[in-house]
Structures are given as C-alpha cells and as structure tokens.
C-alpha cells in the first residue's frame, strides 16, 4: 500500500515575534521544516501543504539550501481544517497516510513506522504522551483539580488509511475539531493510541526552538 506523508505547515510565527513564519525558522543552521520532511522521506510520497503567500519563499529557500527531498506543495486553507482537507485531495484513494504537523521536525523514524504499522481499516493511529503537570479546571473564580492519571497528550503524525480520512473530511467544519483524529472520531471512526516521543515538541515559540536545539 501507498504510503503518503501530508505536512501540514500554516504558521505565521505571532508567537515568536518573528516576521518569519516558524516554519522556515533555522534550527542548527537549518530551516525547521527541512528536518520535518527529510524525517518522511523513506515514504512513498510527501504532499506539503502551506499558505499560499509562503509557496513561493518556500521554493527560495529550497534552492538557497538545495534541498533535493521530492515533494509537492500545494495551498492550505482557512484553518488547518482546511488545509488539510486540501492536502488530502491529492492523496490517491487505497492509501495510507500519516498527517504531521510541520513545526515537529524531532520526531525518530521509528515512531512513524510504529504508527503506520498499527493503521488499520476503520482505526487511526496517534501516539500520545502523559501529562505531566497537574492540572486544574477553571470555572468563573473557582478551580478544581482535575486526575490526571488517563489524561494525555496528542502529538503529531495522526495515521490513516486515506479512504477513511477522506470521507471524515466530508463534514463541515466544526470548532471542536482539534486535530485529525477529532475528525475521524465525529465521523464515527475509532482512534488507537501509542506512546509518542517527549522530543516530539511542536516548536511554536522561542523556548521551544531553544529546546529543539538542545534535544537535536
């Protein structure tokens, strides 16, 4: 079977405070996202989905760092939703595909082929990993705390057979939708979960890019 790796990059960098989306923000002297796709490259295709306004900067920076990694970019959407229902348009039908953020470029090879090897008709696939920190629910001004002991959380490459992904996207748009795996979920699909990777940090400020730099 097919396997298609969907790269999900819309970020604008607001919490960096940077003009320069987080995506193409270097690590170890390199752009972010480069990592992210050389990490799905033993796939059979990489389908990378980004804001149109960035299509152009993205093929710049490819030729200025001769990143060679065969993959297409097409234009995301209005919310990651969105984006991702665009991607999934160019996956071929009878395939699997893993949907990974692009700002998660420390994940280990071995992890997505866990994941993709647990993906099976009707079940997707999301690794996980506990909480930590103790957790409160805030009402008004009271608190509670709340056990953590089933809490988790949900990490990044969410895995699919395509056909099944596919027809979850049919719905509209809902704000409850959080992730992919909330979507297949609403459309009465199951969701398996694995053990993630704590290095498997979305780097969306510059602590993050700090860390990722320290864990790379």
């Keep these: ?72 970019s097409i234009e995301g959407g209005e919310t990651r939703f969105h984006s991702v229902k665009n991607g999934l348009d160019r996956v071929d039908n009878n395939s699997l595909v893993a949907i990974h953020d692009g700002v998660r470029p420390l994940i280990s090879t071995k992890l997505i082929d866990n994941l993709i090897n647990e993906t099976k008709n009707g079940i997707g696939v999301i690794p996980v990993v506990p909480v930590k920190n103790s957790i409160r629910k805030v009402d008004a001004e009271i608190s509670t705390h709340v056990d953590r002991t089933n809490l988790y959380n949900v990490q990044t490459p969410q895995c699919f057979l395509s056909d099944d992904i596919k027809n979850a996207y049919t ?45 790379f």
């Design 171 to 215: 719905q509209e748009y809902s704000k409850k939708f959080t992730d992919d795996a909330s979507v297949f979920e609403s459309n009465g699909g199951n969701i398996k979960t694995i053990i993630g990777e704590e290095k498997n940090l979305k780097i969306t400020t510059k602590e993050d890019l700090k860390i990722a730099s320290i864990l």
């Design 1 to 72: 079977m097919k396997k298609v790796a969907l790269i999900v990059a819309g970020g604008k960098g607001f919490r960096m405070n940077s003009d320069i989306p987080k995506q193409f923000l270097l690590l170890k002297g390199t752009p972010v996202l480069m990592y992210t796709l050389e990490k799905f490259s033993a796939l059979d295709e990489i389908i990378l989905v980004l804001p149109k306004t960035q299509i152009e900067y993205w093929e710049n920076l490819c030729k200025e760092y001769s990143f060679s990694i065969p993959h297409t």
